[in-house]
């Protein structure tokens, strides 16, 4: 009897979970969906619903439509991908590293990027010029993030590289990542100490996570990369799910640690790479994203990623939002509105950990 009570109250558990996985993911939907439109009529030119959605289909006012069709949209693209990219990094990041705090700059890889971009902007010259008084134009931007993505990139097959000829545990990879990323800091400080004023202002212009620099070869390009990987995320996500019992239980399933460790990590970040030197830096999202989703979908990585997908593409559209509307007639770069707002959720965050274990 005891047993029959027991079998049909995990029934009933598991049922409500799916119930509640499935009201989440549609409500996220709705929210995503909601915010994408309205971030079409939202911003620091004071145009009318109408005049918008006349810009959206390309009719009305010229401006309007530049505004609309060319500022815009391409912004809105890049906040839904960087948003769905980050977060899913930063799933996998906490998975593979068996650690919640994990992110994805854990293997350093922001850290070189900016590396990167002060090398093209400060050594290299990186196509700067001074225009209208002073206000700073990066007039060949692909350069610019060309070497930031290369510097990425080399960290990333470093850190991953050395933890796979070692055979470094998960411990010790972000131990390795986050000390190449400290090196990386320290390289880009001297390298600013001995530029120009001029040098200087744009490398910590780059540095801003801004989605307003995006355009849609930026859009496709991280649609490439996020897509391919969420793919690869999803259809290996019951390998996800056996992480979590343990490296041992997981190589009894006959899946090869190494080699799938390795590959994970890599297309994590990979899609930081390319977000970061596209955009600049974007903080919190990968790092508390998946945290909240776990808590709200469980441990099932189908749906953590879906959901982290769904909460991190409306995090940054909203926040982007923020960005856009805060002072007018002056977009702020997202990066810092992100800060600010993931800050006291992550204490939050913890508090609320720290009480459950108390």
């Keep these: 009897m005891r047993i029959l009570i027991y079998t049909k109250n995990m029934k009933a558990s598991s049922l409500s979970l ?36 006349e810009g959206l289909f390309g009719i009305g006012d010229k401006a ?47 850290n070189a990027a900016v590396l990167g971009a002060n090398i093209a902007i400060i050594i290299l010259g990186g196509g700067m010029i001074v225009v209208n008084g002073g206000n700073i134009v990066i007039n060949n931007p692909y350069f610019v993030s060309g070497i930031a993505f290369v510097m990425a990139l080399a960290s990333t097959l470093l ?56 355009n849609y070869v930026d859009d496709i390009i991280m649609l490439v990369v996020v897509a391919v990987s969420l793919a690869f995320f999803l259809i290996f996500s019951h390998r996800y799910n056996a992480m979590l019992l ?14 799938f460790r390795f590959i994970s990590l890599l297309l994590a970040s990979l899609i930081t790479a390319v977000c970061v030197s596209l955009l600049g830096i974007i903080g919190f999202i990968g790092l508390i994203v998946p945290q909240v989703m776990r808590k709200i979908v469980g441990n099932d990585h189908k749906f953590l990623l879906i959901g982290s997908s769904l909460l991190g593409a409306s995090t940054l559209l909203f926040s982007d939002i923020i960005a856009r509307i805060l002072l007018n007639g002056f977009s702020l770069p997202v990066g810092a509105v992100t800060s600010i707002l993931g800050a006291p959720i992550f204490i939050i965050i913890l508090l609320m950990g720290r009480k459950k274990t108390a």
């Design 64 to 110: 309007n439509i530049i505004i609309v069709q060319k500022i815009r949209l391409p912004r809105i693209f890049a906040a839904v991908l960087a948003g769905i990219g980050l977060s899913i990094s930063g799933v996998i990041m906490q998975t593979m590293s068996n650690n919640v705090m994990a992110s994805p700059t854990t293997l350093g890889v922001s």
């Design 159 to 214: 850190v991953l590289g050395l933890s796979r000829i070692h055979k470094f545990n998960n411990a010790t990879t972000v131990l390795v990542g986050i000390t190449f990323g400290t090196f990386c800091t320290g390289v880009t400080s001297l390298i600013q100490y001995f530029a120009s004023d001029t040098a200087l202002q744009t490398a910590v212009y780059w540095s801003f996570g801004d989605l307003g620099r995006a």
């Design 246 to 259: 343990g490296e041992d239980v997981t190589s009894t399933l006959g899946i090869n640690l190494n080699v």
């Design 18 to 53: 799916s119930k509640k996985r499935v009201l989440t993911i549609t409500i996220l939907s709705i929210i995503v969906i909601a915010l994408f439109i309205a971030s079409i009529f939202i911003g620091s030119s004071h145009i009318s619903f109408m005049e918008g959605l």
